[in-house]
């Protein structure tokens, strides 16, 4: 069955630095998507990057970078320059490609706090 | 262009009560879901759909029911509150199922079963 799993239950980082937020996957399927989303406290979730398992190259969002090693099936969210307004709970999901309906699974979240 | 939108936001439901939560989306969506996040368990798949007239269940559909008679639309209804029901439910859309169509959610709503 498939999973995710975000074993980093709390982060912190200093202002204008990086942090990396981690996430491993288990699925069967060859054909899977990526995806990382951002909850700030005022709720809404937010799409932050997506990666393809036939991805050649790791995506890259602005200062969000996903650090793709898929023989290691992990998916970590790499943020640049970390600024006060990244405090948020970040969640890491997964999609199998060929799944009815195209469902989203969900890992438990990292809440990130950025210290200024 | 609204997106996403969920009624009420916030509600408050004695053990037993029936309610219907909202789902609404102009971007003409086929794909509809409903989900609901409980601490430190991230977000569940409740039930969703594949396009208008069509439901299936998810991981937790129990005590959930569902309906999607106009494409904009994707209503989840409680027939008998509980306790265990408390959450906050987000409602999501997406143009296809595959590839990096991300889902679009909406801003959730907090139920609370007392």
């Known amino acids: 069955a498939q999973k995710i799993t975000q074993t980093q239950p709390g982060m912190f980082v200093q202002e204008k630095e990086a942090v990396t937020l981690d996430c491993t996957y288990d699925?069967?399927?060859?054909?899977?998507?990526l995806f990382w989303y951002k909850q700030p406290s005022s709720g809404e979730m937010i799409f932050l990057i997506y990666?393809?398992?036939?991805?050649?190259q790791n995506a890259t969002e602005g200062r969000y970078s996903l650090n793709f090693q898929k023989a290691r099936k992990s998916a970590n969210l790499v943020i640049s320059a970390s600024q006060l307004g990244d405090s948020a709970m970040y969640f890491c999901?997964?999609?199998?490609?060929?799944?009815?309906?195209?469902?989203?699974?969900f890992g438990q979240g990292t809440e990130l706090s950025v210290k200024p | 262009n609204a997106g996403v939108t969920q009624t009420p936001k916030f509600r408050v439901l004695k053990t037993g009560q029936s309610m219907t939560l909202l789902c609404a989306q102009d971007?003409?969506?086929?794909?509809m879901y409903w989900y609901r996040q409980d601490p430190g368990m991230g977000l569940r798949l409740i039930h969703y759909?594949?396009?208008?007239?069509?439901?299936a269940k998810g991981e937790v559909p129990d005590g959930y029911n569902v309906s999607r008679l106009k494409k904009q639309n994707f209503l989840l209804g409680l027939e008998s509150a509980a306790p265990s029901q408390t959450s906050v439910y987000f409602c999501?859309?997406?143009?296809?199922?595959?590839?990096?169509?991300?889902?679009?959610f909406g801003p959730g709503t907090r139920l609370t079963v007392t």
């Open positions: 759909s594949v396009g208008e007239g069509t439901t």
């Open positions: 999501a859309s997406s143009p296809l199922a595959g590839g990096p169509n991300e889902q679009y």
């Open positions: 699925t069967s399927d060859p054909s899977y998507g």
């Open positions: 999901a997964m999609r199998e490609i060929y799944n009815q309906g195209g469902k989203l699974i």
């Open positions: 990666q393809g398992s036939y991805d050649q």
């Open positions: 971007m003409n969506h086929e794909y």
